[in-house]
Every structure is written in structure tokens, then in C-alpha cells.
């Protein structure tokens, strides 16, 4: 590869349109397939440990809140779950943007993996929603700064064009792995929890569910000596060639749209997600096909139904990967799966609520499929925009500034609206809030893509 000759960073140039590509895409050393393993392990279980509070939210509420709590207090600590851990990950997840660009993608990668299992696992002994809270937004702030790590990381690993898409893509892909384990964890859990050594004298099957967050750290402490900091990064720093990132470099003539749009749109990403995908598993209880049966009964329908969903994200990442590598405008890219959604949710949300039925098993699967896809999308154009020095920064600014901090608070704008929606039940109000802000979400995500820079997709910018 030869550096362009052009532009303020240099940058390995892709072959010529039409020519034969220097490397297979899968062709690759044993210490790339170790790379592209780990990468898949820390994002399925970033999934995992953002879904498990979808899951055991409302049984670990029903235990520890006092038994003449109302509905007000419940919905308020729901939205506090939700939120507050999203505003700490925002923070120390930039702060860990920083990291990154200072320190190393791999180091810090490894650290916040850990971070977030350790977290998730002692969420298993908590005794009050306050503690819960607090290990919450350790949780977060683990993932938060996983995503940025480990995207910069691949990216700057595999610099050529079609392997540098097709990995980041399909290794997002086990995101929705991560669902699919955790709802299965959760069904386990729930249907022989009564076989399990005691929690707190009891049983409850939340808090097994929470146990199982330990797991990704077991493999990434026995892998971790095997695996290379970013070739990029590394050269650069021994070199002292490294600029010191800046946040307010971010704010810079040559990154300032770059900065501001993908945060609005990272925002809106995450909030189709946290204001309506994750409130599926507090309707489906009260649909007239789920409240007839036992309470066990009912958590395993939601376990079942959240699996469909996640099926739907898995697919739906794959075929953001697969067409990441042969739809060169980005914009484009994103829209295919915008335009759909706009059409879908009032057809998977209101006609339900309106007409007090079930919601449908095959809209649950679609819009999992079209929402997750776009959080894949980020993973693999972020890395494309900014350089190296600043690489870490900025994708952290969007990611966790945008997606974690403004996008969740949808989450708490739904159980903030929600008692003022029509339906006549919790259930059908519910499905009405969270339909309408991920309508929302969807159209000013749509809108904001008309403003999105193209960027070059040659090679990995340095």
C-alpha cells in the first residue's frame, strides 16, 4: 500500500475499481482469528449486560421495593435504571475515549470488559435499589467505553477496505448473540432456579440471571498475553509522532459537523432502542394472550418474545455487515433500514394498543431487526472520520455523549409520558409511549442523515 498524497493524514490507499483485491477477506493468521474472537466476545456481552436490566428489572423492583409501593414509585425507579447509569457511562465512557487515544485500544479494552463483568455479578447480591443503581452504572461505564475501544482496535488492525467492513460488521454481529444468551440465561434461570443454591434466602431467578455476567472476563484473562496493541497506534506513539487528543479538537472547523451530527444520530439510534425496543418486555405481560397465565408462565413468554427480537437484531447485523462492504454511500446504507422502520412502527405499536391485542411475533422481529442494524452501522463508520490521535475521542463523543447519555433518556421520557397516553390499561399506555418515541427517534434520525459526511473509505485513516 502506498500513503496518499493528498489530505493532513496519510492513509493506505485501496486498489484501483475493478482490480483484483490484495487480500482475502477471510484469509487470515491465527492471531487475527484470536483478535476477531475476543472482539466478538466483548460485543456480545456488551449486549448481555445492557439487556439483563430489560430482563430482571421488574422481578428485582417487585423484590426490593416495599410491598405498598405504587405504580409512580415503580415507573420512577424503572426510568432512574434506565438513566442515571446512561449519564455516568457518558461520562467516564468520554473519559475512556480519552484513555484509549493516550493509553491504547487494547488495554483499555480489557480493563472495561472486566469492569462490567465484575459489576454485573455483584448485582446478584443487592439489597436495595440504591445498590443496584450504583453497580449499574459501573456496568455501563464498562460497556460504554468497550464499544469505542474495540471498534478503533479492529480498525486500526485491519486497515484494507473489504476486511477492515466485513470484520468490524460480522464481529458486531454477536451483539445480538449477547441477546439471544441472555435471554436464554434469563429462561434457565427462571424455570430451575428452585434447583440452584440459595441467593439472599431465596430463590429468585433475577438474581441468578445477574450471576452469569462474570462470564467474558474468564476468557480474556487467559487470552490476554496473545493479543497486539494496534500496529497504528503503537508505531505512531514509539515514533513520537502522536498528537495528544483534545476534546476540543472535536470542535475544530475540519471535525465539528463530523462531531455534532453523528452525536444527534447516535442518539437517535439509541433511542429507538432504549424508549422502545427494551419496554417490549413490560408489555408483554399485560397482553390479553400473556396476563391469563402463571407468573412463571409469563416471564418465559417474555424470555421467549425477547429471543425473537434478538433474532431479529442478529439478522439485521448481518445484513448491515454484508452490505457495509458493497454500498459505498454511507447515507444510503443507513436509509434502507430507516424508511422501513418509519412504516413498521405504527403498525407494530398503536394497532396493537388501539385494538387491545397481542403484539405480533413477526413485528417484534422486525423491528429488532432494523434498529439494532444502525448500531452496527456506527461500529463501522465512526473509525472512517477521524485520525488516529483522535480516534478514540471522537468516537467516544458519539457514542457515549450521543448514544448513551442523549439516547437513553428515552427510556425515561417513555416512563415519564406514559401515564398520560390513551389505552385505558399500563400495558396498551406503555406500547403507546414507547411506540411514539421511537416513531420520533426515527425521523429526526432520517432527517439528520441528509447532513451526514461521506466519508473516504480507501483505508483507515491515520
Same mark, same amino acid.
Given at each position: ?124 447480591? %443487592? ?143 439509541? =433511542? ?112 472512517? %472520520? ?39 390499561? =399500563? ?11 421511537g416513531l420520533l427517534s426515527y425521523v429526526v434520525g432520517f432527517i439528520g442523515s441528509f447532513w451526514l459526511p461521506e466519508p473516504s473509505l480507501d483505508a483507515t485513516p491515520d
Amino acid at each position: 500500500m502506498t500513503p496518499s498524497p493528498t489530505g493532513p493524514h496519510a492513509t493506505e490507499v485501496a486498489p484501483p475499481q475493478g482490480a483484483p483485491a490484495k487480500v482475502k477477506i477471510w484469509q487470515m493468521t491465527g492471531t487475527e482469528w484470536l483478535i476477531c474472537a475476543v472482539a466478538c466476545i466483548g460485543f456480545a456481552f456488551d449486549t448481555y449486560e445492557l439487556l439483563v436490566l430489560t430482563l430482571i428489572v421488574r422481578p428485582a423492583l417487585i423484590e426490593m421495593l416495599p410491598a405498598n409501593s405504587g405504580a409512580a414509585v415503580f415507573n420512577r425507579w424503572v426510568g432512574i435504571l434506565f438513566y442515571v447509569p446512561a449519564i455516568a457511562g457518558g461520562i467516564f465512557g468520554l473519559l475512556g475515549g480519552y484513555l484509549i487515544d493516550l493509553l491504547g485500544r487494547r488495554r483499555i479494552l480489557l480493563w472495561s470488559i472486566l469492569l462490567y463483568g465484575a459489576c454485573t455479578f455483584a448485582t446478584a447480591y %443487592v439489597t436495595s435499589p440504591g445498590q443496584y443503581l450504583l453497580l449499574r452504572c459501573g456496568t455501563f461505564i464498562g460497556v460504554s467505553v468497550e464499544f469505542v475501544a474495540a471498534t478503533a482496535w479492529l480498525a486500526e488492525l485491519f486497515t484494507h477496505r473489504e476486511r477492515r467492513e466485513a470484520v468490524i460488521g460480522y464481529t458486531q454481529g454477536f451483539s445480538s448473540t449477547g441477546g439471544l444468551l441472555i435471554s436464554a440465561a434469563y429462561y434457565l434461570a427462571v424455570t430451575y432456579s428452585q434447583r440452584l443454591p440459595l441467593i439472599h434466602g431465596g430463590h429468585a431467578a433475577w438474581r441468578y440471571t445477574a450471576l452469569s455476567g462474570l462470564i467474558p472476563a474468564i476468557p480474556l484473562i487467559a487470552l490476554r498475553p496473545f493479543l497486539p496493541e494496534s500496529p497504528i497506534w503503537k508505531r505512531k506513539k514509539a515514533e513520537g509522532t502522536l498528537k495528544r487528543p483534545s476534546f476540543a479538537a472535536l470542535f475544530h472547523p475540519a471535525f465539528r459537523k463530523t462531531a455534532l451530527i453523528t452525536c444527534l444520530m447516535m442518539a437517535c439510534s439509541y =433511542a429507538g432502542s432504549f424508549g422502545m425496543l427494551q419496554h417490549f418486555a413490560r408489555i408483554i405481560p399485560g397482553t390479553p394472550g400473556v396476563r391469563v397465565l402463571s407468573p412463571a408462565a409469563q416471564e418465559q413468554r417474555v424470555s421467549a418474545l425477547q429471543g425473537v427480537q434478538e433474532m431479529g437484531g442478529l439478522a439485521g447485523r448481518l445484513l448491515m455487515a454484508f452490505l457495509a462492504v458493497y454500498i459505498f454511500s454511507r447515507r444510503r446504507l443507513l436509509r434502507l433500514f430507516q424508511i422501513p422502520g418509519l412504516l413498521l412502527i405504527p403498525l407494530v405499536m398503536f394497532i396493537p394498543a388501539s385494538r387491545g391485542t397481542d403484539m405480533s411475533t413477526a413485528g417484534i422481529f422486525a423491528l429488532g431487526f432494523l434498529t439494532v442494524a444502525q448500531f452496527s452501522y456506527w461500529g463501522n463508520y465512526l473509525p472512517l %472520520v477521524y485520525p488516529t490521535y483522535l480516534r478514540g475521542t471522537g468516537e467516544a463523543f458519539a457514542a457515549n455523549i450521543g448514544g448513551r447519555m442523549l439516547g437513553t433518556s428515552a427510556a425515561l421520557i417513555v416512563t415519564s409520558i406514559v401515564a398520560f397516553m390513551p389505552g385505558g390499561s =399500563a400495558s396498551r399506555q406503555l406500547a403507546y409511549a414507547a411506540g411514539s418515541v421511537g416513531l420520533l427517534s426515527y425521523v429526526v434520525g432520517f432527517i439528520g442523515s441528509f447532513w451526514l459526511p461521506e466519508p473516504s473509505l480507501d483505508a483507515t485513516p491515520d
